[in-house]
């Protein structure tokens, strides 16, 4: 849907993504995640290659420390890993209405809130999202991807354009 407008109602713990605060690499893997997530709740819709696609649009070379298809492919890492460990469905916004995208839901708050607190060094927020987005169940799998992810989008220094060297804490304690 291309106009401003649709049906959609907001829903408790709806939010506008507009008072988010996510910076635009934030916004990037949040389509990028909602094209996964539309592929696997609507298969035909393949929307998984427009995933790849946009990651390019919104992931410009000098932006992070990857190549925007191993950000994408590290965005579906993420993902899986959220799948494997959720018990049930999970609600997301379709990024291609205008007026639905504009809106975050509940479920995308916590999944990118895993993200943003890995890249800003916050572990103990991680934990506490990742928690929130596994439903309590165990986040083994996602913590590790979502610090994967990341690393790779971390900002370049502008000064060199290229990569820090640094690895975002991977949310794992030493034991």
């Known amino acids: 849907m291309s106009a401003g407008r649709c049906n959609r109602t907001p829903l ?29 709740a609507f298969p035909k819709s393949q929307a998984w290659m427009s995933a790849f696609g946009r990651a390019g649009q919104f992931l410009s070379h000098g932006l992070v420390n990857a190549r925007s298809r191993d950000v994408a492919f590290a965005v579906l890492g993420a993902v899986q890993e959220m799948r494997k460990a959720r018990k049930s469905g999970f609600r997301f916004s379709n990024p291609d209405c205008r007026c639905c995208a504009s809106l975050l839901s509940d479920h995308e708050r916590h999944f ?20 929130l987005v596994c439903e309590g169940n165990p986040a083994d799998g996602l913590l590790p991807a979502m610090s994967d992810l990341a690393t790779l989008t971390r900002a370049r220094p502008p000064s060199t354009m290229r990569g820090s060297g640094m690895q975002a804490d991977r949310g794992l304690s030493a034991t």
């Open 12 to 40: 408790p713990g709806d939010t506008p993504l507009a008072q988010a605060g996510f910076d635009p690499i934030e916004h990037g893997v949040l389509t990028i995640a909602r094209l996964f997530f539309q592929s696997f």
């Open 112 to 131: 990118l809130e895993v993200l943003r607190a890995l890249r800003r060094g916050t572990r103990s927020q991680a934990h506490c999202a990742a928690m």
